[in-house]
């Protein structure tokens, strides 16, 4: 992993403590991809391969994106380039409420939230007649969105602006983290570098059953799990009461939470990379 990247992305949560980071930073984003890569038909692989061989058609040379890996956090990248890609900020995440029923349309304003553009992302590159330029930057939004809508804090919140203003300590950066940096990178590089680590060995973990039933669903259930495990692993692990307000003292995320979290982070990260692949399969194979 590039750890300055992941130091920067760390810096920038913490300055704009009142926005959402980049999830899953690049390791967790760089995973899912690589886990899609594995597992789509190789028709599949031979089509990502042709789109981002003309990624230089994107005119972003500071943000490559030609391998699926620099794919993945390319939409991340460009948030440094200012006004040109500004429209795109809110397209990461869909904070519904973890309290309140759920429902994706009234925190989906004129289709900018993660789902939304997920599928549209998906049309696009169904579509052969969409300009070779859009369908190579609609590939490498959705291979960053499926990262970001498994990332749970980018599926719900409790308006705190999916845990920003959640204050954690989390090892020695126990005085500078939130809820959101914790489960962005921090636990992240830790659970998914855990033996067995990185892509392949996420992937040992289940058997082909397990796999083949998390490619199933829609983007709108994928949401509801993601929200579920907001509200029942991530705030409910740190919080007697979910849905109480903001602890002014930061929550602890101690070795016994890293140890329960760790599982289930690592899941998320597959079953956002198989149905990746799916979405992938779908719209090139």
Same mark, same amino acid.
């Given at each position: 992993?590039? *750890? ?6 760390? &810096? ?29 038909? $190789?028709?599949?692989?031979? +089509? ?12 972003? $040379?500071?943000? $490559?994106?030609?391998? !699926? ?15 040109? =890609?500004?429209? +795109? ?7 519904? @409420?973890?309290?309140?029923? =759920?429902? !994706?349309?009234?925190?989906?304003? @004129?289709?900018?939230?993660? &789902? ?14 969409? $300009?070779?330029?859009?369908?190579? /930057? ?6 960053? =969105? /499926?990262? @970001? ?23 020695? !950066? ?16 830790r659970a998914i570098s855990t033996p067995p680590g990185g892509a392949k060995g996420l992937l040992s973990e289940h058997d082909p059953a397990e796999l083949a039933a998390m490619r199933k669903g829609t983007v709108e259930d994928w949401s509801r799990e993601s929200w579920r495990v907001a509200r029942d692993s991530v705030y409910a692990s740190v919080l007697a009461d979910p849905c109480a307000p903001t602890p002014e003292a930061r929550v602890k995320v101690d070795e016994a939470r890293v140890?329960?979290?760790?599982? !289930?982070? *690592?899941?998320?990260?597959? *079953?956002?990379?198989?149905?990746? +692949? *799916? ?7």
């Open positions: 992993m590039n *750890r300055f990247f992941a130091a920067v992305m760390l &810096s920038m949560a913490l300055l704009l403590g009142s926005t959402p980071a980049g999830a899953w930073w690049e390791y967790g984003h760089e995973t899912v991809a690589r886990i899609a890569f594995a597992e789509v038909k $190789p028709a599949t692989r031979a +089509a990502i391969r042709r789109l981002l061989a003309h990624s230089d058609l994107l005119a972003t $040379p500071t943000c $490559p994106a030609g391998t !699926i890996e620099q794919a993945s956090i390319w939409a991340d990248c460009v948030k440094t380039l200012g006004d040109r =890609f500004s429209y +795109a900020y809110n397209w990461h995440y869909q904070n519904i @409420d973890i309290c309140q029923p =759920f429902a !994706i349309k009234p925190n989906c304003p @004129d289709g900018n939230c993660v &789902s939304a553009q997920i599928e549209r992302d998906v049309r696009l590159l169904k579509d052969r007649t969409v $300009p070779l330029r859009e369908r190579v /930057m609609a590939l490498a939004f959705l291979v960053h =969105f /499926m990262g @970001d809508l498994h990332q749970p804090l980018h599926a719900g919140d409790r308006h705190d602006l999916g845990g920003n203003r959640v204050k954690a300590a989390y090892g020695v !950066i126990a005085g500078r983290a939130n809820l959101h940096s914790v489960w962005d990178g921090l636990l992240a590089e140890a329960r979290l760790t599982p !289930i982070l *690592r899941l998320q990260v597959v *079953r956002g990379g198989m149905r990746l +692949a *799916r979405l992938l399969d779908e719209a090139l194979g």
